[in-house]
């Protein structure tokens, strides 16, 4: 089938609202020189002019309900960049701030000899959530490029979230070849001398598993934690 790209764009289907409106215009103009129509032709005209009427409103209600689609999905991308702006920069800071009280808890039990068990689940917070600083440093930006059409926003975002997706089940990976082994003796261990460990276990082997960045974080502060209720 041959596209007709040598028509204006309006008259390419959808129509641009209006087109029918000159249609009508061109065929009302028509029937003003024809004195003395017949009754059957009146009624014909005035059907298609009625049809007429009917496809502009159609047309017109489409290309409104386009536009207010096209201006949905430019505020929900607005919000979406604010959003992820705000999520990475408070994941950033929470990182950060979590990794100072880490290396503060280590330099208190600097001391202890490397076998304890205090000392070890410390340290492992310290190692992880500093693993977890350095890779939110590479983190890709999540819905924070802006696109110019619905079509290239919904083919970015998706872009974007598939390359998010590779990055956090990378890091699940990283962490598990990393840690996984330490976390799961050290907890166990914590375990065994009566630490409420609550379902810690679980989670962290859950979260790696499918790269969930704040519940490894989560991970990493508890162990710090369950290391501080140990006795020096």
Known sequence: MVSASWLPICLHWPFCPGVFIAVLAVLAAAVTFWEKPPRLVKVIFTFIFLILMSCEVWMMSKDRN???I????????ERQHFEATMTRFENLQRTSEDLKEAK???QRIAAKPVESLKKRALVLSENILQFLADRAQTQPQ???T?????EETTAGMARESQEYERYTKETGSIYLSRFGVQVAEILGELKARGIDIGSSELKCIWAADVGNTLTLRECGVNLGLFGERLPD
């Open 70 to 77: 096209a201006e949905q999905t430019a505020r929900d991308t």
């Open 146 to 150: 802006r696109y110019n059409t619905r």
């Open 104 to 106: 503060i808890r280590v």
């Open 142 to 144: 999540f819905g924070l």
């Open 66 to 68: 386009a536009h207010d």
